[in-house]
């Protein structure tokens, strides 16, 4: 539980906690012989940087990068640090004791082969994080939707008055997080992050699907699940998602277990049931809410929204503090974000779906909400993705593919004879085209599957570009004199 302690108790243990860290950077301090590295200069690198100087810790920084970008903000934040940049340091990396290596950068990049058989240390932030926390930590991974469920369980924490800190791989990163007045932390984990995290032990840990992304750095599948799998690792309570068997735990000993889904659910467990005639979300035969409290539109925020209250149940949040987190929530930008109602056709921006698993989601979520067709804008970077997943999902669909950027052939060539397809040179111009071949009661859905680095500085951007596309359009004379 979560639990409020008196103020002279909630005294005693921040004292005992700033205690702890003190002797812990004591012992670290005596440690002069260490020579820790941080490789990389992007928001975890500065980050790492920020928590070294809090301990009084001695660093280097190497940015492989001839030019990172904010160069210049990180030099004058941090201006009596010895940070190198560009190629050419390998000497650094050979002589370091301890390396923190960017999300970016994969542990196994032929730049730390020789400090590692030297035996030197090679980690990430979430291990110097784990090494610091003293409250309860909520962990939180899968391959799509984890910034939603994890900015939905850090608004329940808020609704309960828990000082919680909300970030990770979204927003602020862990280690800025850490201070000692927090009474827990809710953490959005990547599979990046998890590879290197050996030692996080959570009080909560969910998995919320897993669907083929990065293969261009996990090389295959099974090494992509290991990595999402860690996040179980020490876990005291664990959350899975049922209908998705690649997030369930591969070891269960001394672990509480609650699973999530859209069906009926077993007791103690989360899912839908109908009562008196409405669709409730339910622990069990508990009614919780109902499904029409729920902001958001689509199947797959149901299911987001049962992830996030059996992972809040798990951690000990109180029924109405989630209740009202629920009804108050509108969504992320860029994640299935209505846009606009242009002529009677909804445009619905899903720039964040970068994966062939996100865009699936989309499509199964909103296919129930649409009267018409979906005209779906899809097409990007690929990193070596697999479209197949993407083409049956279309099958039963009445849709028709706008398709643009590197990725635009490789799904072309997989399309069914039963979808038109049409190719873009640009995301204004498939605005344009999707306006063109749709009526009323279609829906006009940007989902890539695909990263957006081809075009774009990231999905940000390429969302906000959608919106202003379609915020240049014009409805119809006939409809503008109604």
């Not at 068997?245 to 467990?269: M, N, Y």
């Not at 000990?316 to 974000?337: T, V, W």
């Amino acid at each position: 539980m979560f639990a409020k302690v008196a103020n002279i108790e909630n005294d005693r243990l921040i004292i005992n906690e700033l205690t702890d860290l003190t002797e812990r950077n004591v012992m670290n301090l005596i440690q002069t012989d260490k020579r820790r590295l941080i490789v990389g200069l992007g928001i975890t690198g500065t980050s790492c940087m920020r928590h070294f100087l809090r301990l009084g810790l001695s660093f280097s920084v190497l940015d492989t990068r001839e030019q990172p970008p904010e160069i210049k903000a990180v030099l004058k934040e941090f201006p009596h640090i010895d940070i190198r940049f560009g190629a050419g340091h390998e000497e650094w990396v050979d002589e370091a004791n301890e390396i923190y290596i960017s999300p970016g950068i994969a542990k196994d990049d032929p730049l730390f082969a020789t400090a590692i058989k030297h035996g030197a240390l090679v980690s990430g932030d979430i291990d110097l994080f784990a090494r610091q926390v003293t409250a309860p930590v909520i962990a939180i991974s899968g391959s799509n939707a984890k910034s939603t469920v994890t900015t939905l369980v850090g608004e329940m924490a808020k609704c309960a008055n828990i000082d919680a800190g909300v970030g990770g791989n979204l927003g602020e990163p862990a280690l800025d997080l850490l201070s000692p007045s927090r009474e827990a932390y809710v953490l959005e984990l990547s599979s990046f992050q998890l590879e290197r995290c050996s030692d996080l032990q959570p009080k909560v840990a969910c998995l919320l699907n897993v669907s083929a992304d990065h293969m261009d750095r996990h090389q295959n599948m099974m090494a992509y699940h290991q990595a999402k799998q860690r996040v179980y690792r020490g876990a005291q309570h664990i959350v899975f998602n049922r209908h998705d068997h690649l997030t369930a735990p591969l070891r269960t000993v001394d672990v509480s277990i609650k699973s999530f889904g859209l069906d009926v659910p077993d007791l103690g467990q989360f899912g839908v049931k109908a009562i008196e005639g409405q669709p409730y979300l339910v622990k069990g035969f508990e009614p919780l809410i109902p499904v029409s409290d729920i902001p958001l539109i689509g199947d797959h925020h149901i299911l987001n929204t049962l992830a996030a209250l059996a992972i809040g149940d798990a951690a000990g949040f109180p029924l109405p503090a989630m209740q009202m987190a629920i009804k108050q929530f509108k969504g992320l930008p860029h994640r299935c974000e209505w846009v606009d109602d242009v002529n009677g056709v909804r445009y619905i921006n899903d720039s964040k779906a970068t994966n062939v698993g996100a865009t699936v989601a989309a499509l199964r979520g909103l296919s129930s909400t649409v009267s018409g067709s979906i005209v779906l804008i899809a097409g990007g970077q690929t990193k070596d993705a697999d479209f197949s997943a993407l083409i049956t999902a279309l099958k039963p669909l009445s849709c028709k593919l706008v398709l643009l950027g590197e990725g635009a052939d490789a799904i072309a060539a997989l399309a069914s004879d039963q979808h038109e397809v049409l190719l873009v040179d640009s995301l204004e111009q498939a605005v344009s085209v999707a306006e063109s071949i749709s009526q009323k009661g279609d829906l006009v859905l940007l989902s890539p599957a695909c990263a957006s680095f081809d075009m774009f500085s990231g999905f940000e951007q390429r969302g906000n570009s959608f919106k202003a596309a379609v915020a240049a359009l014009s409805p119809t004379s006939s409809e503008a004199q109604q």
